[in-house]
């Protein structure tokens, strides 16, 4: 039973920098799809980031891009998203996401991802 649990999240000010976790168990990781989403009130799951674990190109929301990193740690199976110069709406909860090797045309479609994280709430003040 594979599981993804983030932590990280908080309040900052705009401007701040967060860094975000995700430990999976269950099973080693090697060649998944690991996915950054994010929710905010009101709205849909976003797509923030996505990479494969073993390595390759990261994609990134245009929202995001050049002040959001991903990172992963395989000794301790665990996943990070580097959030810098964060901004008022960025605030949402912050999901990490599994699954079998996607394509990358598909990485940025939530339904895709076979597992999900609790999430962990980011909120930015301006």
């Known amino acids: 039973q594979v599981q993804l649990v983030e932590s990280g999240g908080g309040l900052v000010q705009a401007g701040g920098s967060l860094r975000l976790s995700c430990a999976a168990s269950?099973?080693?990781?090697?060649?998944?799809?690991m996915g950054w989403f994010r929710q905010a009130p009101g709205k849909e799951r976003e797509f923030v980031a996505a990479?494969?674990?073993?390595?390759?190109?990261?994609r990134y929301a245009d929202s995001v891009k050049g002040r959001f990193t991903t990172s992963r740690d395989n000794a301790k199976n665990t996943v990070y998203l580097q959030m810098n110069s964060l901004k008022p709406e960025d605030t949402a909860v912050y999901y990490c996401a599994a699954s079998r090797p996607l394509f990358p045309s598909a990485t940025m479609i939530w339904s895709r991802y076979d597992y999900w994280g609790q999430g962990t709430q980011v909120t930015v003040s301006s």
């Open positions: 269950g099973r080693t990781f090697s060649s998944e799809t």
């Open positions: 990479f494969g674990w073993s390595g390759g190109t990261t």
